[in-house]
């Protein structure tokens, strides 16, 4: 699944498009593709704030368009510059709950110049369903991403 998205993801990013909108095809593609994916959306640092601002998303809208660095598992990943995989949300306290379908987290940052940026999110109403795949996938939707910030 992950190998027929990739060039996909790719000829998203090589549109003509405005970086909003690559990123917004790239939300509602991989959540229409990826069954374990429900909500997909991209967080980026809010200027000079230590905080994160909702980007592009696909999925029920949030309450939580910003997110302090340090809160919930997004803000974690802001300061550890690590990705996160959550199996299970309910055995999280640091866990900003946008919905009560979801079961399970990942969150992966978004490197520019090798500084962390931003990331993508995604919440899945799946048990336990994301493996080293959904992060390589991930790392490299990023990397693409990155490409056009
Ligand atoms: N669950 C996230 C908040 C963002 S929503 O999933 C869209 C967190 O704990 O940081």
Redesign the pocket.
Known sequence: MFDVLRPLVSSIIDSNNSSDVKMQDICELIKAEVPHYD?V?FYFKNGDKRELKLGA?AGEP?D?NI?PFG??????VAESNQNFIVPD?KA?D?????SIT?KA?I?IPLFMNEENIGQI?I?SNTANPFTKDDEHFLEFVNSEVAKIL
């Open positions: 909500w959306g998303y949030t939580h997110i809160k919930g598992i997004c803000g974690q949300v999280q640091n866990y900003i709950a946008c979801v987290e969150v999110d919440d």
